[in-house]
């Protein structure tokens, strides 16, 4: 009985473990990254989130924007896109492509920063719209940043009107899911006037 009882203890000792938790994913930066001065609030394993959590604003292609400007500017909206380059020495600009269109990213008072590791990623950006005259000096300065040569910042010449986003929040890596639209929002929605259809109530700028 004694017996018994002593392999029943043990047992009961080495069930826990043997049942250990599976590993938790990174919660910090790994020693091979190139962090620069970028302090992430979360850094999982496919996201990553600098100056502050998205809140889910408007989501705007960036064709759509450049094509309509000054409707845009100074608008608060979420742009998406591929990070194509980012300023080598502290992180504190990055440029961002959907499709064809190129749009430098700069962040809200010099709050916060990227990594300067971080291009060819996915990013999620939500800020506001900028037109901007970047000056002769200004373009200097970031073709500099790049890294370009010598010739190539002597062939900058003037001032040149840009499009441009000041990000409050920044998400690298896996975009946020969509929002379910609700069950016939948007249809059957009748003109005042003419009591017609607005054939499917077209959504005003999602992207």
Request: proline fraction near 6%; glycine fraction near 10%.
């Amino acid at each position: 009985m004694r017996h018994l009882i002593s392999a029943v203890l043990v047992a009961a000792f080495a069930l826990p473990s043997l049942a250990q938790d599976p590993p938790k994913p990174p919660t910090k930066p790994s020693a091979d990254r190139k962090m620069g001065l970028a302090k992430p609030l979360v850094f999982e394993k496919g996201k990553e989130v600098y100056g502050a959590p998205l809140k889910g604003l408007k989501h705007l292609r960036l064709k759509r924007i450049a094509k309509r400007q000054k409707k845009w500017n100074g608008k608060k909206l979420q742009i998406r896109g591929e990070i194509t380059s980012v300023c080598p020495k502290k992180g504190c600009w990055m440029m961002v492509k959907e499709g064809a269109q190129t749009v430098r990213v700069r962040f809200t008072d010099y709050a916060f920063f990227v990594p300067l590791d971080c291009a060819k990623q996915r990013v999620t950006a939500e800020g506001t719209v900028t037109v901007k005259v970047e000056t002769e000096a200004e373009r200097r300065h970031y073709a500099e940043d790049a890294g370009k040569s010598k010739e190539e910042i002597e062939k900058i010449t003037g001032d040149k009107v840009l499009l441009s986003f000041t990000a409050d929040a920044v998400q690298i890596g896996k975009p946020p899911a969509k929002k379910k639209a609700k069950a016939g929002k948007g249809k059957g929605k009748q003109d005042d006037k003419t009591g017609k259809g607005d054939k499917g109530g077209k959504s005003g700028g999602q992207g």
